[in-house]
């Protein structure tokens, strides 16, 4: 998915054309327009959706953190992911931050559909 859609699936909709009395844009998700996210954004508050938002991006942080882990526990040398006492404490601070960091600026798309599967469930139980 292309940056510029997981961005406007997150909040920050694209300009679609189609807008309503409230200026609500249609999400696009794939480049198609996601109509039952748009109906769900409807029905749930705005700091529904700031919460939303910021538990899909923790659980993709999480996500990343646990990959980032395994992809350097097996590295050995010297350095920074180094083999040496004090790196492990030092290489999980650095793996959760590049993880962080990561989620923050668009990560892999987890994100996105966690929020939208949040917000869809939260509309129905509104409903």
Request: aromatic share 8%; proline share 4%; no cysteine.
């Given at each position: 998915?292309?940056?510029n859609?997981?961005?406007?699936?997150?909040?920050s909709?694209i300009?679609?054309?189609?807008?309503?009395?409230?200026?609500?844009t249609m999400?696009i998700?794939?480049?198609?327009?996601?109509f039952?996210?748009a109906a769900a954004?409807?029905?749930?508050s705005p700091?529904?959706?700031?919460?939303?938002?910021?538990?899909a991006?923790?659980?993709?942080?999480?996500?990343l953190n646990?990959?980032?882990?395994?992809m350097?526990?097996g590295?050995?040398g010297e350095?920074?992911?180094?083999?040496?006492?004090?790196?492990?404490?030092?290489r999980s601070?650095?793996?959760e931050q590049?993880?962080?960091?990561?989620a923050k600026a668009?990560?892999?798309?987890?994100s996105?559909?966690v929020y939208r599967t949040?917000?869809v469930q939260?509309?129905k139980r509104?409903?």
């Amino acid at each position: 998915m292309a940056m510029n859609q997981i961005n406007n699936t997150l909040g920050s909709p694209i300009n679609s054309g189609r807008t309503n009395s409230s200026n609500f844009t249609m999400p696009i998700i794939n480049g198609r327009p996601d109509f039952e996210f748009a109906a769900a954004l409807k029905k749930v508050s705005p700091q529904a959706q700031a919460k939303a938002q910021s538990t899909a991006t923790d659980f993709e942080a999480m996500f990343l953190n646990s990959m980032f882990s395994q992809m350097t526990s097996g590295l050995k040398g010297e350095g920074p992911f180094g083999d040496t006492a004090g790196t492990g404490v030092w290489r999980s601070m650095l793996t959760e931050q590049y993880s962080k960091s990561f989620a923050k600026a668009g990560g892999v798309g987890i994100s996105t559909e966690v929020y939208r599967t949040l917000i869809v469930q939260q509309a129905k139980r509104a409903s």
